[in-house]
């Protein structure tokens, strides 16, 4: 395992060697600190955070004060991954130039190292001018969403050719506006094969077969923590919601019990102290 920081400009380098890039969502400096202890490449604050930490239904109220509050733990707990920052619904769409005023605050009081926003051609210049001032772009095609209501919910993307054919020529306009790697959510395995071989840029695949430059999923439903609905593309590698639930109740059962705590010798030191 490598133990130096990564940097941007390392997944563009990782593509061209052919090393898959590695990386999974984080929202705290705990499980930031465990998750790079383990290796991982990238560490993305997702808005996801609205839904498995903050039990929204979708991403949609998620404000730039959450992502900043998590991104700064996050940032915290991260010595070695690449920390990305998602930018929230309305943050980065309505001028070029609020994307630059908040994307400079995620960079500047969360510590991220780049941002995260969805879409393609619509947000070009947004992507051109955060580019241009210095702030990393990664772009999020397929499944976006923070345009839930408009697709009518989670939905898989790109399934017909005109829509493939829209997603491929919205990698290349992200690619050609600077863009430094691409996310592709729920999309056909053909499609991200296509545009993982026709761009110069890591494609990061999220239920999107295995022909990416790399993977990304939410930690909390790779590790089994979430107990809300778990998209089918998802291998749960560990299920610490049952842990977590059988251990609660062995604590409950010994202090009903009287098992817990033992009456001697007394403990004195505390968190912090
Ligand atoms: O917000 C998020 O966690 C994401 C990942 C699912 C890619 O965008």
């Not at 133990?3 to 990386?23: F, N, T, W, Y």
């Amino acid at each position: 395992m490598q133990h130096r920081s990564v940097r941007v400009p390392d997944l563009k380098a990782r593509k061209q060697r052919g090393e898959k890039i590695v990386m999974l969502t984080a929202y705290d400096a705990t499980m930031a600190r465990l998750l790079d202890r383990a290796g991982v490449d990238g560490l993305l604050v997702g808005d996801t955070v609205g839904m498995v930490v903050l039990g929204y239904e979708n991403t949609l109220r998620v404000t730039l004060d959450d992502i900043l509050h998590h991104t700064r733990a996050v940032s915290r707990g991260a010595t070695r991954a690449l920390v990305v920052a998602d930018m929230p619904f309305l943050t980065y769409q309505v001028t070029p130039a609020e994307a630059v005023r908040h994307a400079g605050r995620l960079l500047q009081d969360g510590g991220a190292a780049a941002v995260k926003l969805e879409g393609g051609r619509p947000v070009i210049d947004a992507v051109k001018r955060l580019v241009d001032v210095g702030i990393p772009v990664m772009g999020h095609l397929g499944l976006q969403p923070q345009s839930v209501h408009q697709v009518g919910g989670f939905l898989r993307q790109a399934t017909c050719r005109d829509e493939a054919d829209a997603l491929v020529a919205d990698a290349h306009a992200l690619e050609a506006a600077g863009a430094f790697a691409l996310v592709l959510e729920a999309v056909p395995h053909h499609v991200a094969r296509t545009v993982t071989a026709e761009i110069g840029i890591p494609t990061i695949g999220i239920g999107a077969g295995p022909d990416c430059d790399g993977q990304i999923l939410v930690s909390h439903d790779m590790l089994g923590l979430f107990d809300g609905f778990v998209p089918p593309f998802v291998h749960q590698y560990a299920h610490l919601a049952d842990t977590i639930v059988a251990a609660t109740q062995a604590y409950a059962d010994d202090v009903r019990e009287g098992r817990y705590p033992k009456a001697a010798p007394e403990a004195t030191a505390t968190r912090g102290t």
